[in-house]
């Protein structure tokens, strides 16, 4: 049976699980981590860098560290949010040839897509790692308010990284279904999800036969953990500079001291109530002479100076509740999804907005992968009664007279659907209507996104209103859109198909998919190179401290010196072979140098 | 020396207990750095050569390698290489004109070892009258000593001052390449893992700036060599040099 892996790619972290029997199992990277920093990075010398690795190096190399490219992905290029993290970014954002948003990297420029594949690629080997075969199958995880390009856009950087997403789920489903997995439930839930980035609480309907449906979503995508580190980093800085009068922010290597030890401070104080930060050498006064950094910090002063941010999320489940039309007694269960939520402070402000206990029997940062990969299995296994329904993220409709958003098909909806609407003309002799295809919930249609655009001509000339035109809007089980226009009187016909884009086109992917397998095979070649040239050099090395044994033993013999000459000349071979980087040739070199090597111990056993 | 001078290294070698080996193939190793002596206050590390444990004719013939590389016209008689290998090599020489190099007009250290003979384009050292053109002398006849770091020094010292020299670049570029090399060989192994040889509570009692600091902020005892030199924030050869001189006071360890 073929495996299909669960990701959960966040804006911070992403994770990546598996169905081990009928166990959800989280894979750990090689690091023994069970979460990756979603952080791609490339190095001075070129090298490309994914994970903590890159995370590490975030702020000393910041132009060339994406981190947070989920907040772009999808996204055209003069949306408002691009326009923020053009403003927020260490990193260069350019725009692509479809309006598209591209990131530069020293001499290159990607894809935002081609960004989240480099995770989603590591993500893979992760896994593969662990099950030492090939992966291909993926479900990814997303927000639930996340539109149709959004989404394409994440199963495009799927195909990158050579992965055939077989279903996009939202994030908070997939923790809906992680936590009624094996139990049949009817009940409605609160998904608090507070991550490293970002802020959701999504209200959902858990049904019997596996109906998920997300009633309402509301957050704050820029609210999140690193919040939390900047308010230790302030409280660290402000006191050394009281103390030693120095501003810290000045120096990158001080300041990536400080976010890595404020980060981890915060995540010990879910587990301690005090924890000492120790930062040796943080800074140089003048030649020689550096200060340390250490001091220590409480759960109540970390609480204290979070207070608000806890507040905001608090403040935005009311809201989310609002939406939903919900009284907060209506909610049954409440699951935590995210680090932040080990967070005892989190805890308490949750149990006291709900009035209950959240569910523990899920890890936070788990959850969503484990949710994903649940739906994987049950997606090849066939198990309908485990299979999400899907449903449309957000609402179907046109634009009518005056700028209004008509609605055809509302959130939520369970696709396969249809619906048809009857519209007549707004103009006197109208013979024409422009059909835009729009999605979202507001009644105003420039407030929403367009899909698509078409036009049906040909209408009888009549006064408005007296030409009568239908509608009918399809989505079918792949999550295609088609909208069809009919004058009623005379049969003309048109229609369209409304396709989600990612902003990439085929080729262009194509493409991508090529140099991602290209960036593979050269990760391993290099591996296998630098093995080779490794043992090489070892041996070398061990043949040139026997070199002057060597010819004190052998004399002035000349069968002696003809060995010392060939050898010499395999020890120049082997350097220019490394020189060349052919792994190859390094190592036909190293039998050569091994036998060199073995006949001169024999040498100097018996000399 | 007195104690408190380096109070680094004694604090760290006076809490290895003698018959610790490593301590002794460490002391081993130093031998075979000329120079670098680490208990003389004299000794100003970052200036001192590092030659790898090469036979002196294979490392003469790299270094000349790396000279032709960078294209700097050194005409080398071919018959003549065993005796630069001879002077280049000879601890006393070498130390002299590395470790005090104020003292030595760099002319007459060059004239010491004739170097005018083999390296006639550098024309005569004494004939240069201004400040500029006596340190570019400088940067060559060190080069020429095979003192990389101290001619890297100079070189980037005359590019600062003259942006647009046209020999400086070369300089600076192909002692760049010989010091990385010869720092990678010291360490060996680019995937070995980095660990910390020193007790946490005993880290702020040794004398590092707040780049030696901030790498070591970064060993978690799962990096590797390589990965620490990626994420190391400066060039490699800052990083090599700094991650270099941790191990030979025994802050970290390589395996
Ligand atoms: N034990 C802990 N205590 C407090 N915070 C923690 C703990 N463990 C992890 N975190 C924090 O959780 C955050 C990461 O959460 P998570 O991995 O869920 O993020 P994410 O899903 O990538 O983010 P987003 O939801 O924004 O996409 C980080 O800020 C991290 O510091
Ligand atoms: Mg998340």
Redo the contacts with the bound molecule.
């Keep these: 049976m073929e495996r299909v892996i669960g990701i959960?790619l966040?804006?911070?972290?992403?994770?990546v699980a598996i169905l081990e029997g009928d166990t959800p199992v989280v894979i750990p990277n090689r690091g023994g981590y069970k979460?990756t920093p979603?952080v791609v990075a490339v190095t001075e010398a070129g090298k490309r860098l994914v994970g903590h690795i890159a995370k590490r190096q975030a702020i000393t190399n910041a132009e060339n560290t994406v981190y947070a490219a989920?907040r772009l992905i999808g996204r055209k290029w003069n949306s408002p949010q691009v326009k923020n993290a053009i403003m927020t970014s260490s990193y260069t954002i350019v725009e692509g040839p479809h309006a598209d948003v591209r990131i530069k990297l020293r001499d290159k420029t990607f894809s935002v897509p081609e960004v989240s594949s480099m995770v989603l690629q590591e993500m893979k080997i992760v896994a593969e790692d662990y099950l030492g075969e090939p992966v291909k199958k993926a479900v990814v995880t997303v927000p639930a308010y996340f539109n149709d390009n959004q989404r394409q856009a994440t199963k495009d950087a799927g195909a990158i990284a050579g992965l055939d997403v077989i279903r996009i789920i939202n994030?908070p489903t997939a923790a809906s279904l992680a936590y009624g997995y094996g139990k049949d439930m009817d009940r409605t839930v609160a998904v608090y999800?507070?991550?490293?980035?970002?802020?959701?609480v999504s209200i959902l309907e858990i049904g019997a036969h596996g109906v998920f449906k997300v009633i309402s979503t509301t957050g704050d995508t820029f609210l999140?953990?690193?919040d939390?580190?900047a308010r230790i980093i302030d409280w660290l800085v402000t006191g050394f500079q009281d103390d030693h009068g120095i501003d810290l922010r000045q120096d990158r290597m001080a300041l990536q001291r400080l976010r890595d030890a404020a980060?981890k401070a915060?995540?010990e104080?879910?587990?301690v109530r005090e924890t000492e930060i120790n930062l040796p050498f943080i800074i140089s006064t003048g030649r020689n002479e550096a200060l340390h950094l250490q001091r220590t910090l409480a759960r109540p002063t970390l609480e204290k100076l979070t207070e608000d941010l806890v507040e905001r999320t608090v403040d935005i489940c009311k809201q989310a509740l609002a939406d939903a039309k919900l009284d907060v007694s209506e909610v049954e269960d409440v699951i935590l999804?995210?680090?932040?939520t080990?967070?005892p402070a989190v805890q308490t402000a949750v149990t006291g907005y709900f009035g209950r206990e959240p569910n523990k029997s899920v890890h936070?940062?788990e959850v969503?992968a484990m949710g994903a990969a649940i739906q994987g299995a049950a997606l090849v296994q066939d198990r309908r009664d485990m299979i999400l329904l899907d449903v449309t993220p957000h609402a179907l409709g046109i634009m009518t007279f005056g700028s209004n958003f008509e609605e055809l098909i509302p959130q939520n909806t369970t696709v396969p659907t249809s619906r048809t609407k009857v519209f007549t003309t707004s103009r006197d002799d109208q013979t024409a209507v422009k059909i835009l295809v729009m999605q979202g919930e507001s009644k105003r249609a420039d407030e929403n996104e367009l899909l698509g655009e078409f036009i049906l001509t040909g209408l009888r000339r009549a006064p408005k209103g007296h030409v009568e035109i239908e509608v009918t809007f399809e989505i079918n089980t792949d999550g295609i859109v088609s909208v069809h226009a009919k004058d009623m009187e005379n049969g003309q016909a048109q229609s369209i198909q409304v396709t989600a884009t990612s902003g990439l086109t085929q080729d262009e992917i194509k493409n991508m998919m090529t140099n991602a397998q290209d960036y593979l095979v050269e990760r391993r070649v290099d591996e296998h190179f630098e093995a080779a040239k490794q043992e090489a050099e070892t041996l070398i090395a061990e043949i040139e401290r026997l070199f002057p044994e060597i010819e004190r033993v052998v004399g002035s013999a000349d069968f002696g010196r003809d060995a010392i000459a060939k050898a010499r000349t395999t020890v120049e071979r082997t350097r220019s072979a490394i020189d060349s980087k052919d792994t190859g040739l390094v190592k036909e070199q190293v039998d050569q140098l091994s036998r060199t090597q073995r006949m001169f111990k024999g040498v100097v056993s018996r000399g | 020396m007195s104690t408190n001078d380096r109070p680094s290294m004694n604090v760290h070698r006076s809490s290895t207990p003698p018959d610790d080996a490593p301590l002794e193939s460490w002391d081993d190793e130093t031998e075979t750095v000329p120079g670098l002596d680490l208990d003389d206050p004299m000794n100003e590390f970052d200036r001192v050569t590092v030659i790898p444990d090469l036979p002196p004719d294979l490392y003469v013939q790299r270094v000349m390698e790396s000279v032709n590389d960078s294209r700097i016209p050194i005409p080398i008689p071919g018959d003549t290489i065993a005796a630069i290998t001879e002077r280049l090599l000879d601890p006393e020489q070498y130390f002299t004109l590395d470790s005090r190099p104020p003292a030595l007009p760099p002319s007459q250290g060059a004239r010491d070892l004739d170097l005018e003979l083999y390296f006639d384009d550098l024309g005569s050292p004494g004939a240069f009258t201004d400040a500029a053109s006596s340190s570019l002398a400088e940067m060559k006849d060190r080069y020429a000593m095979g003192d990389f770091s101290g001619a890297l020094v100079i070189a980037e010292g005359i590019l600062d001052a003259h942006p647009d020299d046209l020999e400086a670049p070369r300089y600076v570029r192909s002692c760049r390449e010989v010091l990385t090399q010869m720092y990678s060989a010291r360490l060996g192994s680019p995937d070995q893992v980095v660990s910390i040889a020193v007790p946490a509570d005993q880290i702020r009692w040794l004398t590092l700036d707040h780049r030696a600091g901030f790498l070591l902020s970064l060993v978690d005892d799962r990096i590797t060599l390589d990965q620490l030199l990626d994420i190391s924030g400066m060039t490699r050869l800052d990083a090599l040099r700094i991650v270099f001189q941790l191990m030979e006071q025994r802050v970290i360890a390589l395996g």
């Excluded at chain 1, 966040?10 to 994770?15: I, L």
């Excluded at chain 1, 999800?193 to 959701?200: A, K, V, W, Y």
């Design positions: 959960d966040g804006t911070t972290n992403s994770c979460t979603s989920k994030e999800d507070l991550g490293g980035g970002t802020f959701d999140g953990g690193e939390f580190d980060e915060k995540c104080l879910s587990g999804v995210g680090g932040m080990r967070m936070p940062d969503v």
